[in-house]
């Protein structure tokens, strides 16, 4: 089946730098792919949505140049987080849709991104 | 807009207990439902999932049917195990470049 493979799964990170987050579809080709956000014992929050060769559309109220995201191919998105502080700690989860035909969504396995 | 609605718990049930865990939903046309399980520390995995009115996802020993009348996708499972301790998500999609919309989860525990 469909795999999506996140790295890294752990990260720590002093406050004021940048962290980038990978989001690989192994097996397919993912036009679209999403990335999340949630926070201890909530739901997930969709931050954006990133399309292959332009621009992510951002959800409300997400800021575009803390959460900076690259689409640059079928296979990777990235998720910078620059300038981070701790109140950026959270669990980052991606997903991607299979450009071949739909179906469904396939996540990774998140990042546990810790700033100190 | 589309939503998804389902029960919140926190849902406390013994091994070999039935389980049932609500989902509606609210959408225009024929979404795709969904229901997602994540494990602690981990991210989120299908568990099943089904396309048109009437279909009936399953696997693992859950199940749950796309109702139309009702819009509903309710989770159930005969005989829980205390590996089925996780939180599960109902959610629904289109495809394309929309996103899925999620419930807010639902808790589960399941006590040996």
């Known amino acids: 089946g469909a795999v999506v493979s996140q790295h890294p799964s752990r990260v720590i990170c002093k406050s004021g730098t940048s962290v980038k987050i990978e989001c690989r579809s192994l097996?397919?080709?993912?036009?679209?792919m999403f990335w999340y956000r949630q926070f201890p014992k909530k739901s997930l929050m969709l931050m954006a949505t990133s399309n292959e060769g332009s621009k992510a559309t951002y959800e409300q109220g997400v800021e575009k140049d803390k959460f900076l995201i690259n689409h640059a191919s079928l296979t990777l998105s990235t998720l910078t987080v620059t300038s981070a502080h701790p109140e950026d700690s959270s669990f980052y989860i991606c997903s991607a849709r299979d450009a071949a035909g739909f179906d469904g969504y396939t996540f990774g396995s998140g990042t546990r991104l810790t700033v100190v | 807009g589309n939503s998804v609605t389902q029960m919140e718990g926190p849902v406390t049930l013994s091994e070999e207990a039935f389980l049932t865990i609500n989902c509606t939903y609210t959408?225009?046309?024929?979404?795709?439902l969904f229901w997602y399980v994540q494990y602690p520390g981990e991210g989120l995995q299908l568990l099943l999932k089904?396309?048109?009115?009437?279909d009936k996802g399953s696997n693992k020993g859950f199940e749950a049917t796309y109702r139309k009348e009702t819009t509903s996708f309710h989770l159930e499972k005969g005989s829980v195990q205390v590996s089925d301790s996780a939180v599960y998500f109902c959610a629904l999609g289109r495809g394309g470049s929309e996103k899925l919309v999620f419930g807010k989860g639902t808790k589960l525990t399941v006590n040996p």
């Open positions: 097996d397919f080709q993912a036009t679209t």
């Open positions: 959408a225009t046309g024929y979404p795709s």
């Open positions: 089904a396309t048109k009115a009437d």
